[in-house]
């Protein structure tokens, strides 16, 4: 089993910045893709941003040139850089871990941001 522990959410104005970090922990060995998810009230689960074991990144569009998403495997843990944020990006945000043919699934942190 692997746990996450999401952190860094909270509420900024637009154009402001935060930065989320999702730990794992427990059956860390082998951890492959490590993302972010996000979901607004009346919305489905998005990608925002997914990093693989070497690196390679992928974004949603609404998101590219805004957040960075890396990794430390060292650390088992993984980073959501998001600056110049708007309104539009207020959701929970979720990381999400795979291990093998598992998916993990943190308990989300709330972003919020004002106009």
């Known amino acids: 089993q692997v746990q996450l522990v999401e952190s860094g959410g909270g509420s900024v104005q637009a154009g402001g910045s935060l930065r989320l970090s999702c730990a794992a922990s427990?059956?860390?060995?082998?951890?492959?893709?490590m993302g972010w998810y996000r979901q607004a009230p009346g919305n489905q689960r998005e990608l925002v941003a997914i990093?693989?074991?070497?690196?390679?990144?992928n974004y949603a569009d609404s998101v590219k040139g805004r957040f960075t998403i890396s990794r430390d495997n060292a650390k088992n843990t993984v980073y959501l850089e998001m600056n110049n944020l708007k309104p539009e990006d207020t959701a929970v945000y979720y990381c999400?871990?795979?291990?093998?043919?598992?998916?993990?699934w943190g308990q989300g942190t709330q972003v919020t941001v004002s106009s």
């Open positions: 999400k871990v795979t291990r093998f043919w598992s998916h993990y």
């Open positions: 427990g059956s860390t060995s082998s951890l492959s893709a």
């Open positions: 990093i693989s074991l070497g690196g390679s990144t």
